[in-house]
């Protein structure tokens, strides 16, 4: 290679490089203006955020509480299920007591006697079994909320429409 062809390839070089810091240069500004514009769009949700918490907030509580306080069998299926095992283990300890105490009004001996001597407890926790159900779906809830909600905001900031 002559003096000439490394002069002609050292200029394209330089070229090259100019063109390469310029197009760095100006990607480099279209990403900053990109995160300036994010930037400003997050203040401007959070202010609106601001703005309306209150109710944003309220509107989140109310979907998922109308009705929710008051019992109602046809939308309660697993509520009314419990209700009725519940219901029905005592009504079977009221037979059993009327029963031992038909037993011993009628004076029959005990080794003669058929109904179960002593009260059958049935563990019933069913404040423990609601809270565990109610916390595992609340938490499935809260996840879904949660997600959306940021997504709602990452779509604002990234300038998509809603």
Do not use: C, H
Not at 54 to 59: E, F, P, R, S
Not at 61 to 84: C, H, K, Q, V, W
Not at 113 to 132: H, K
């Amino acid at each position: 290679m002559s003096a000439i062809d490394v002069e002609k390839a050292r200029k394209a070089a330089e070229a090259a490089a100019q063109r390469l810091a310029d197009a760095e240069a100006a990607e480099d500004a279209r990403l900053a203006q990109i995160a300036a514009e994010r930037a400003e769009r997050a203040r401007e949700y959070d202010r609106d955020l601001l703005s309306r918490w209150t109710q944003i907030a309220a509107d989140a509580r109310d979907s998922e509480s109308a009705g929710s306080f008051e019992y109602d069998p046809n939308t309660m299926g697993f509520l009314e299920g419990l209700i009725r095992f519940a219901a029905a283990r005592e009504k079977r300890r009221i037979v059993v007591q009327a029963a031992q105490n038909a037993e011993s009004t009628l004076e029959i001996p005990v080794p003669q006697r058929t109904v179960p001597v002593g009260d059958r407890f049935y563990s019933v926790d069913v404040a423990a079994e609601l809270t565990r159900i109610v916390e595992g779906e609340a938490s499935r809830r809260v996840a879904e909320f949660s997600e959306a909600f940021e997504a709602k905001r990452e779509r604002f900031i990234s300038g998509e429409a809603e």
